[in-house]
């Protein structure tokens, strides 16, 4: 008896056969990534918000948490550009361009209350 390989990602017509459940898999596996990458640098990372956070109360938490998020989800953004250039799998460059529009939206909220509220 004779096997052949067959790719488990697509068919024979070459349609994407990929289970929501595997997306949603390799976006979690993504996740627990960055987050035990951030983690581990929490110390050496340039917007680490923990030394700000744990200081800061009212307003001026606030003004400090848009401050260091705007960097932080820009980061994000310059993550996931890599990611459409390099990435091999749709799901993760879908998942990029998602986090390019939601990043950028949020960032582009906060800046607009840091001008409203703080006048910069």
């Avoid at 998942?95 to 939601?102: D, G, V």
Wanted: hydrophobic share 35%; glycine share 4%; aromatic share 8%.
């Amino acid at each position: 008896m004779t096997t052949s390989y067959r790719d488990p990602v697509t068919s024979e017509k070459g349609k994407d056969k990929t289970s929501p459940w595997k997306a949603a898999t390799l976006a979690l596996s993504v996740c627990t990534v960055v987050l035990a990458f951030m983690y581990a640098n929490k110390e050496t990372t340039p917007h680490s918000m923990a030394p700000m956070t744990n200081t800061m109360s009212g307003s001026h938490y606030d003004h400090g948490f848009i401050n260091m998020m705007i960097p932080h989800h820009q980061q994000a953004i310059d993550e996931a550009n890599a990611a459409l250039k390099e990435a091999r799998h749709p799901e993760l460059k879908q998942l990029a361009r998602n986090i390019i529009t939601s990043q950028q939206s949020e960032i582009d909220q906060m800046k607009q209350w840091r001008k409203e509220w703080y006048g910069e």
